[in-house]
């Protein structure tokens, strides 16, 4: 199973541009099933709960730590997965 953490490693978009890229993208986003986007959707809000309780809580140490951990979930856990959700979709 290949990851893809960016668009233009996603085969079916190597060779468009990242305006036509992105067309492509929000198409087959468009095109997922309801439990694909719920679970899209879970592990968003896996990732943004987090900093806004340390957010309301005013513990501004922890709330640096799990912005961090948030975006770097994002880039490694939530985008290869939504890519590979929508790489069916696109053929």
């Not at 960016?6 to 095109?31: G, M, V, W």
Request: with cysteine.
């Amino acid at each position: 199973m290949k990851l893809y953490f960016s668009s233009k490693d996603i085969p079916a978009l190597n060779e468009c541009s990242i305006q036509e890229r992105n067309e492509k993208i929000h198409t087959a986003q468009q095109k997922l099933t309801v439990p694909e986007k719920l679970l899209l959707n879970i592990l968003k809000l896996f990732l943004l709960v987090p900093p806004f309780i340390y957010l309301a809580r005013q513990d501004w140490g922890n709330l640096s730590v799990t912005l961090l951990i948030s975006l770097i979930g994002y880039g490694f856990a939530f985008r290869p997965i939504m890519f590979r959700m929508i790489e069916k979709k696109l053929k």
